[in-house]
T-cell receptor, first 113, second 114 residues
Framework: AQSVSQHNHHVILSEAASLELGCNYSYGGTVNLFWYVQYPGQHLQLLLK????DPLVKGIKGFEAEFIKSKFSFNLRKPSVQWSDTAEYFCAVSAGNNRKLIWGLGTSLGVNP | EAGVTQFPSHSVIEKGQTVTLRCDPI?????LYWYRRVMGKEIKFLLH????????ESGMPNNRFLAERTGGTYSTLKVQPAELEDSGVYFCASSQVTGRDEAFFGQGTRLTVV
């Protein structure tokens, strides 16, 4: 069965620190990859997505992610976090033309000012 | 443009009672999805509508859950009778028809069964 693994469940950083959140998936075929974010009290929103092409994807608010097919990974990065990045981050995968999303457990990020 | 809206935002019911959750997708979005997050677990897919038809209901836990989408507009998810393990946050999302489209999420309904 397809699954998504997020390596860190709780991360605490100071402002200006660099961020990398790991995401690995298990599926051998074509995948579509997503990172969603949920800010406190708000709905889930898309940070970035990868379908094909350049494996380095840039998203909103300075986030980027790199798809490494050989490692089945799609790690999320940001060079310098801000207090406003405090949120829960979710990696999700859909397989081929199937539209349903398979989700990781989520990573709660706290940024200290 | 209005986003995906869900009602109610919170619901507390007793075991054995019935609860109906509602989702209004973004206007014009043919795809509608229901997901659920049980505390401490990952978000899990429940089902997918295309217009009024159920495209994929492989994630529905059991026959106590009934989803409908009358006329291809809003959708309801009814739990009858509710059990303690049904507690969680129920998310609805919608997307357009095109192949590589983003799913927009509602704020979720937090259901607590006591």
């Amino acid at each position: 069965a397809q699954s998504v693994s997020q390596h860190n469940h709780h991360v605490i950083l100071s402002e200006a620190a660099s961020l990398e959140l790991g995401c690995n998936y298990s599926y051998g075929g074509t995948v579509n990859l997503f990172w969603y974010v949920q800010y406190p009290g708000q709905h889930l929103q898309l940070l970035l997505k990868y379908f094909s092409g350049d494996p380095l994807v840039k998203g909103i608010k300075g986030f980027e992610a790199e798809f490494i097919k050989s490692k089945f990974s799609f790690n999320l990065r940001k060079p310098s976090v801000q207090w406003s990045d405090t949120a829960e981050y979710f990696c999700a995968v859909s397989a081929g033309n199937n539209r349903k999303l398979i989700w990781g457990l989520g990573t709660s990020l706290g940024v200290n000012p | 443009e209005a986003g995906v809206t869900q009602f109610p935002s919170h619901s507390v019911i007793e075991k054995g009672q019935t609860v109906t959750l509602r989702c209004d997708p973004i206007s014009g979005h043919d795809n509608l999805y229901w997901y659920r997050r049980v505390m401490g677990k990952e978000i899990k897919f429940l089902l997918h509508f295309v217009k009024e038809s159920k495209q994929d209901e492989s994630g529905m836990p059991n026959n106590r859950f009934l989803a409908e989408r009358t006329g291809g507009t809003y959708s309801t998810l009814k739990v009858q009778p509710a059990e303690l393990e049904d507690s969680g946050v129920y998310f609805c999302a919608s997307s357009q028809v095109t192949g590589r489209d983003e799913a927009f999420f509602g704020q979720g309904t937090r259901l607590t069964v006591v």
